[in-house]
């Protein structure tokens, strides 16, 4: 297809993303859902699982298989960007505050889908349409599981920060709890994208060179990327210098991620983690997160839901496979979190707020299966089971959460809250 061709579609292509993600994403908020959770669902709507079966000639016109690659660079730059907005958000006072709870609550949010990931494999491993041939059964055990102990950190945040309870005890729990089981997810994410398909000679460079990458930007980076925060002032807009030299830092850091075997993502989270707080971070999110969420992540929700198959679940095995590996991320991740929280003295209803809150995937699902099936990892119908686990474990979180809340008397720390902001 000519470029001048490409350009066209894209134009089209990138307005009915808009506009579906837009309606679809208003109505979740009519309803009491997230926005996200709303363009989750148009994205899969766009593609051949409803879209493409009810009128498959235009689906196909609208996206033809051409374009997909404009819309794949876009669809990761797009999520790229926002890991790197979630890591301007990282706050290490979480960690320091609640530590030792946490610590319970997510080893044993991380431990028993792990634990249930490797019992299923001997079965999940000889279905058809799960598994790539290439991997092995301890890559796909450490896949399932990760897959199933990842937590929307973003969205446990937003809810806990719509709430007032940030800085309450519950808040404070779950954000750390959030932030640690996410670390560890994506560190054997990474282990796995390093060790798949090749040797563990190759798989150790990536892995060491990705620790180094860290301590770099740890120890080195950090001190480089603190003179920026000079070139800032609260009452004045971020300078183009500024955003110019972020941006070309996100780009070589998400390059060096993707050249060392691992993936963008983790260079682009790496790098807002390490930027300095206050002013320079602030901006940052206040302008470029409305193009990131408003333009650039709809890309993405739907360029998943272009790979997104669900007519694959009509087949009795992957159905079967299907209800077992939503059970288990249902009740593994939710019970777990739940029994750690009570065991550390929390009362029920914050257990259960707790597990509610950890049990929600959300975007960080998405991108970890997305990056599954490009690395050849999953095949579709792994990839369908999962995404349709991340729509519903994200659905469910705000309902089971405020249903939780009402159930019993706030702790000390919400009263205290509500009276500060009265």
């Given at each position: 297809?000519?470029?001048?061709?490409?350009?066209?579609?894209?134009?089209?292509?990138?307005?009915?993303?808009?506009?579906?993600?837009?309606?679809?994403?208003?109505?979740?908020?009519?309803?009491?859902?997230?926005?996200v959770v709303g363009e989750m669902?148009?994205?899969?709507?766009?593609?051949?699982?409803?879209?493409?079966?009810?009128?498959?000639?235009?689906?196909?016109?609208?996206?033809?298989?051409?374009?997909?690659?404009?819309?794949?660079?876009?669809?990761?730059?797009?999520?790229?960007?926002?890991?790197?907005?979630?890591?301007?958000?990282?706050?290490?006072?979480?960690?320091?505050?609640?530590?030792?709870?946490?610590?319970?609550?997510?080893?044993?949010?991380?431990?028993?889908?792990?634990?249930?990931?490797?019992?299923?494999?001997?079965?999940?491993?000889?279905?058809?349409?799960?598994?790539?041939?290439?991997?092995?059964?301890?890559?796909?055990?450490?896949?399932?599981?990760?897959?199933?102990?990842?937590?929307?950190?973003?969205?446990?945040?937003?809810?806990?920060?719509?709430?007032?309870?940030?800085?309450?005890?519950?808040?404070?729990?779950?954000?750390?709890?959030?932030?640690?089981?996410?670390?560890?997810?994506?560190?054997?994410?990474?282990?796995?994208?390093?060790?798949?398909?090749?040797?563990?000679?190759?798989?150790?460079?990536?892995?060491?060179?990705?620790?180094?990458?860290?301590?770099?930007?740890?120890?080195?980076?950090?001190?480089?990327?603190?003179?920026?925060?000079?070139?800032?002032?609260?009452?004045?807009?971020?300078?183009?210098?500024?955003?110019?030299?972020?941006?070309?830092?996100?780009?070589?850091?998400?390059?060096?991620?993707?050249?060392?075997?691992?993936?963008?993502?983790?260079g682009g989270f790496i790098l807002?983690?390490?930027?300095?707080?206050?002013?320079?971070?602030?901006?940052?999110?206040?302008?470029?997160?409305?193009?990131?969420?408003?333009?650039?992540?709809?890309?993405?929700?739907?360029?998943?839901?272009?790979?997104?198959?669900?007519?694959?679940?009509?087949?009795?095995?992957?159905?079967?496979?299907?209800?077992?590996?939503?059970?288990?991320?249902?009740?593994?991740?939710?019970?777990?979190?739940?029994?750690?929280?009570r065991a550390t003295g929390e009362?029920?209803?914050?257990?259960?707020?707790?597990?509610?809150?950890?049990?929600?995937?959300?975007?960080?699902?998405?991108?970890?299966?997305?990056?599954?099936?490009?690395?050849?990892?999953?095949?579709?119908?792994?990839?369908?089971?999962?995404?349709?686990?991340?729509?519903?474990?994200?659905?469910?979180?705000?309902?089971?959460?405020?249903?939780?809340?009402?159930?019993?008397?706030?702790?000390?720390?919400?009263?205290?809250?509500?009276?500060?902001?009265?």
């Amino acid at each position: 297809m000519p470029t001048p061709q490409l350009s066209m579609y894209f134009f089209l292509q990138a307005a009915v993303i808009l506009f579906v993600c837009r309606m679809v994403g208003l109505l979740a908020k009519r309803i009491g859902q997230p926005q996200v959770v709303g363009e989750m669902i148009a994205g899969v709507t766009l593609g051949p699982s409803l879209f493409g079966l009810l009128l498959p000639g235009t689906q196909a016109a609208l996206f033809p298989k051409q374009t997909l690659d404009t819309l794949y660079v876009l669809a990761q730059f797009g999520v790229g960007f926002y890991m790197f907005l979630v890591g301007t958000g990282f706050r290490g006072d979480h960690f320091r505050a609640r530590y030792r709870s946490a610590m319970s609550v997510s080893v044993a949010g991380i431990a028993v889908p792990f634990v249930l990931a490797f019992a299923l494999m001997p079965w999940l491993i000889h279905v058809q349409g799960l598994f790539s041939a290439k991997a092995k059964p301890f890559e796909a055990s450490l896949f399932l599981g990760a897959a199933i102990a990842i937590t929307a950190f973003p969205m446990l945040a937003r809810i806990i920060h719509e709430r007032g309870l940030t800085n309450s005890s519950l808040g404070t729990l779950a954000l750390t709890a959030g932030a640690f089981d996410d670390a560890a997810a994506w560190c054997i994410l990474a282990v796995v994208l390093a060790s798949f398909g090749g040797s563990w000679t190759g798989a150790w460079l990536a892995i060491g060179g990705g620790v180094l990458f860290v301590l770099f930007m740890a120890f080195i980076g950090r001190r480089l990327l603190a003179g920026l925060s000079r070139h800032v002032s609260e009452d004045k807009p971020l300078g183009m210098g500024v955003v110019a030299t972020v941006l070309v830092c996100f780009c070589l850091c998400a390059f060096a991620m993707d050249v060392i075997g691992i993936h963008a993502v983790f260079g682009g989270f790496i790098l807002g983690a390490c930027l300095p707080r206050g002013a320079l971070t602030e901006k940052l999110r206040e302008t470029m997160q409305p193009f990131v969420v408003v333009f650039l992540l709809p890309m993405f929700f739907t360029y998943s839901g272009l790979k997104t198959q669900l007519n694959v679940l009509l087949q009795p095995e992957i159905l079967l496979a299907g209800v077992a590996i939503l059970a288990a991320s249902f009740l593994g991740k939710g019970v777990a979190c739940w029994a750690a929280a009570r065991a550390t003295g929390e009362n029920n209803r914050d257990a259960m707020a707790i597990g509610a809150l950890m049990n929600a995937r959300g975007l960080m699902e998405l991108i970890i299966i997305n990056i599954g099936l490009q690395a050849g990892v999953i095949e579709q119908g792994l990839f369908s089971i999962l995404v349709l686990m991340a729509i519903l474990s994200t659905l469910m979180a705000t309902p089971v959460f405020n249903w939780v809340m009402r159930r019993g008397p706030r702790s000390r720390g919400e009263n205290l809250q509500l009276f500060e902001q009265s």
